[in-house]
């Protein structure tokens, strides 16, 4: 009897989040597996912040969604996007209730860290064809040799003709690499730190080997690779100069594990939020408030640029669902709308990996598998650049999820002082709105091959819809 009291008050008192698989069983494990197929087929579409616009975009006009210019004025239930430098998205859905009185905003960011090629990255050394590159965000070199990379981005030719190029992804593409030093050799380099293992100069990437026929010019296989690219594009060396050239691992989204329990891709980091998101918003009819998907760029170099979140495109984006539900839109009918809005920072966080433990405080990390991840604050010594969520407004999110069933958990990136991270929470934050981050925890966050559980990115969408759906102007 004693005991069963016990049991109780333990119950009762102490908290420790659960697996999200023993809520998600049956029928619903079923949802989990079909919504993960969609979503590896989005990561597979879209692998540049580019190609994510161009998923998303097909994905929000086969749900009834209309390009924002196309539309004189906006009245509830209206469904609209508005493209961003084609690298960012805002997608709405209009509530019944003024816009001047708050949206609920999903805001995800679609870049993710890769390897750019340099303005002049072609040359030959050594019977090869080589090409310089420049990486993009924070990536452990080392994980980005030796694999193989396919290439996608935009050039212009001597026409002005845009020529958009993706090779490496279908079956019968070659791929790129970028080779290593042989184990064997290898004495010195194994004695540099980890950080300078491979350096920035050495990720240089395998373009070409066959010599151009005629044995009189130079660089004979240099010669070859530009007069193919010319054959097939026509475009020049000089075409690069202005080019926007993304190396990304060619590999596909897969399952992981006998049970297939988590997915294993390039760039989930953050286009698990993004598309979860955006199946949220897709999924949302006639809602009261003003539904929002805001998808930036540059987030991970700081959120800067006319594409990054702290952009006043995404401002404008907002305003004119302002004036074309309202007829006008003061200033001051901005900054309430701003103070009315509530957002997550829809952001991946790190997942407690038992190789690593002594990285985490375990008591307060999240775990892949159980839920959807909300974030106090994130930041690096002493929660500097963090956001750090009101406890009124993360009370309350916390309500809509439990009043839905959604299995939800907390914590903290990494231990303290040890690195950290920031996210486009504070960005958003700083224009009024109550924000707070919330996503997919991710193993293996900014590699090549990240990993997320199947359940936490089922919770995901539904906490979005959940909050879409139920979070109001007024919470107190
Ligand atoms: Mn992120
Ligand atoms: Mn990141």
Known sequence: MKNKDSQELEKKLKYSSESAWDIYSGKQNEKVQSFSENYKKFLDDGKTER???????????????????????????????????????????????????????????????????????????????????????????????????????????????????SIGEAEEDPVFTINELLVHLSQEQLTRKASEAIKGEELNLLVGGIPYEDKDVKERIKLNVLKLLFDKYQLTEKDFLTAEIELVPAHKARDVGFDRSYIGAYGQDDRVCAYTALAALMKVKNPARTCICLFSDKEEVGSIGNSGAKSALYENALMELIVKSNGQCSLWDFRSCLDNSHMLSSDVTAAYDPTYASAFDKSNTAFAGRGVCLLKYTGSRGKSGSNDAHSEFFNEVTRIFEKNSIPWQTGELGRVDLGGGGTIAADMANKGMNVIDCGVPVLSMHAPFEVTSKVDVYCTYEGFLAFLKKMKKCYE
């Open 51 to 165: 190609e994510c616009v161009t998923a998303a975009v097909a994905l929000l006009e086969k749900a009834g969604f209309v390009d924002a210019g196309s539309k004189e004025s906006l009245s509830a239930g209206d469904r609209v996007y508005r493209n961003i430098r084609n690298k960012g998205l805002v997608a709405a859905v209009m509530g019944t209730e003024p816009v001047i009185d708050g949206m609920n905003i999903l805001g995800a960011h679609i870049d993710s860290p890769h390897i750019d090629l340099k303005p002049m990255p072609l040359y030959e050394d050594a019977d090869m064809a080589l090409m310089k590159t420049h990486y993009y965000g924070g990536i452990k070199k080392y994980q980005w040799t030796t694999i193989p990379l396919a290439l996608h981005g935009v050039l212009y030719n001597s026409e002005g003709e845009k020529i958009s190029v």
